[in-house]
């Protein structure tokens, strides 16, 4: 629908990408295109710089002028299932994250429309069927690319779609990114996903993530979940074993993480050494969690059960017996984020 000409920034002296539509598209997808990403503003979206009138073969043009991107579109079938694929997919969940909190749908999510950088950052492009949600989202023509459409997006009446069309193009992206051939389902029309398809097709997908791709392929996108649930989920996994707690008592440090999974911090009566009051907790890889609580130990003023997940920072008071005054510790843990 558009045509894409690579251009010199005078003023700044940088590579940008002017972006003007074929003369026979309607005018209105370059004004919806600039609609969008002028609201937009994320690492993994590409970013509107400015808009220009031109003459282009006597023909007065209009000019997106775009960040240029030095990369490479994604590909399909082109991952092994590593922590590579998973943060590309954590990366591409987020930045559809984030255009989703500015109520816009992009509605032609693909790998040819993300672009990885020199430095390896997915960013998102090419927003030439964009909507913004509760304005202009109605249609009566499925556009796109068939595999990645919502099934919603084929009926024979004026469609009314969401977000969640994008979140459904996602989960299909998901599976086609991986060097294994589809399964038959992707493409069928009308699509019906088995339940357990997803889990099946990537068996080395954690129960997590199988289960959050699979709704993401529900066929009713009310059923779909949110693509900041998405991110979430996949971070979760992708920063498993690196947190760190450190407990701090009577000017005793603690630290819990992958290596020592398990920290017992307790006041003992010093002539018996019986323990007064304690608190065992371990590291699962994804939390800090109560195994037992001698003497009842509280957290921020909360009893705090075996099987209760801590916060990831409280103060906790260790009673103490012949004192009304427990001895108090604090309690945190780092707060990891996955780096691009």
Known sequence: MS???????????????????QPFQDPQRIIDEQTALQEVTSKHVVQLLDIVQEKL???????????????ADL???TFEYNEEYLIMLWQIASGLSQI???????????PGNIRIDQEGVAKIFDFGLARQQGVNNKT?????????????????STINFTISADV??????????????????????????????????????PASIADIIQRCLSETPDRRPSMHDVCSAISKIL????????????????????????????????????????LKIRYDGYDFIVVENIGDVVAN????????KLAPSCVIAFPRTGSTQPYFATFNVNQPEVLI
Request: glycine share 6%.
């Open 3 to 21: 045509e894409v000409r690579k251009g010199k920034d005078l003023h700044l002296d940088r590579d940008v990408a002017l972006k003007c539509l």
């Open 57 to 71: 073969d006597s023909v007065n043009r209009t000019f997106l002028v775009i960040e240029y991107i030095d990369g």
């Open 75 to 77: 590909q399909e079938f």
């Open 100 to 110: 989703h909190s500015f109520s816009v749908i992009h509605r032609d999510i693909k």
């Open 140 to 156: 009566q023509n499925a556009m796109g690319t068939p595999l990645y459409i919502a099934p919603e997006m084929f009926g024979d």
């Open 168 to 205: 459904f193009s996602f989960g299909v992206m998901a599976l086609t990114l991986l060097k294994r051939q589809p399964p038959t389902w992707v493409s069928q029309l009308p699509r019906s996903i088995p339940v357990g398809a997803v889990a099946a097709h990537i068996p080395e997908f």
């Open 239 to 278: 920063l498993k074993d690196k947190h760190t707690a450190q407990l701090v008592l009577a000017g005793s440090v603690s630290n819990i993480d992958k290596d020592r999974r398990e920290g017992f911090p307790k006041v003992v009566i010093t002539t018996s050494q019986e323990v007064v009051s304690g």
């Open 301 to 308: 003023n909360l009893p705090i059960k075996p099987g209760a």
